[in-house]
């Protein structure tokens, strides 16, 4: 017989705070870094700093015996997930970081969508809304007609829907295989991915460029790690709302550090967004099914 975890909402949400700075140091050290490396370069170096936290997973991957479809698809999940990075990294460079931050939360929306396309996942009258409610968020933050768009917000656009994807898979795959193997061929995999891309434009790294992506690397893997804590304290339904507070302190961040522009109507949208997201979490709470993701958790 099987006890359930106690629920910790209070150590739930400190460890959401965490993951969310954790995440927003990321952002502002690639933005900080420029746009002077190739996006496809700073994201291979960022992995493979990420492969040293691989160590640990040594034995499971030794362990693991895996069918031809699972190669297959953990080889997908890795080019999806390394086309996001690419597009990620791109955009971090070119358009406001509460503007990447905002246009990151689409993810959970795509997720549902493809939950119900690809994995047979009922859409109900008032998830649909909450999609619909999510995309009309995704238009307040863009504003098409009323201002210019640039390349970084449809590299933005295109990354919410690939690292959907890559979640999707990832939630095929954790059924079959331990998580601590889904995660490390990820890492595995976007690597590898990665590598011709970088090697096909390589310019050397100066050394802060190297110290600022391993910091990157080391930041995203706490993120990651105190994410499972809060997941591990609370459910999402409690812990999904605080990642709002990263569109917060991205939008100040950017104001402060970066000398961005504050813009409302991109705060409106991702609070739109968030508030899909959320509707959606709880309503799966309630059916007792987990597919949309938290916010983070479709990050690199």
Known sequence: MTTAHPQRPVTGIFWMVVTGLCFICVTALVKHMGPRLPSSEAAFIRYGFGLVFLLPAIGALREAKLSRRQWALFSVRGGLHGVGVILWFYAMTRISIAEVTAMNYLAPIYVTIGAALFL????????????????????????????????????????????????????????????????????????????????????????????????????????????????????????????????????????????????IWVVLGGAVILGSVTFITWREAMLKRQITPATPATKF
């Open 120 to 263: 047979g996942e009922s859409l109900a009258l008032r998830r649909i809304i909450a999609v619909v409610l999510g995309l009309v968020g995704a238009a307040i933050i863009l504003r098409p007609g009323f201002r210019e768009l640039t390349g970084g917000h449809f590299a933005m656009l295109i990354a919410a829907v690939v690292f959907g994807g890559a979640y999707l898979l990832a939630k095929v795959l954790a059924d079959e295989v331990r998580p601590s193997v889904v995660v490390a061929m990820m890492s595995l995999f976007v690597t590898l991915f990665l590598a011709p891309f970088a090697l096909a434009n390589w310019i050397t790294p100066t050394w802060e460029e190297i110290g600022i992506l391993a910091a990157v690397a080391c930041f995203a893997t706490a993120g990651h790690y105190t994410m499972t804590l809060a997941f591990a304290a609370a459910p999402l339904t409690v812990t999904q709302p605080v990642t709002f507070l990263q569109l917060v302190w991205a939008t100040a961040l950017g104001a402060v550090v970066f000398a961005e522009p504050i813009d």
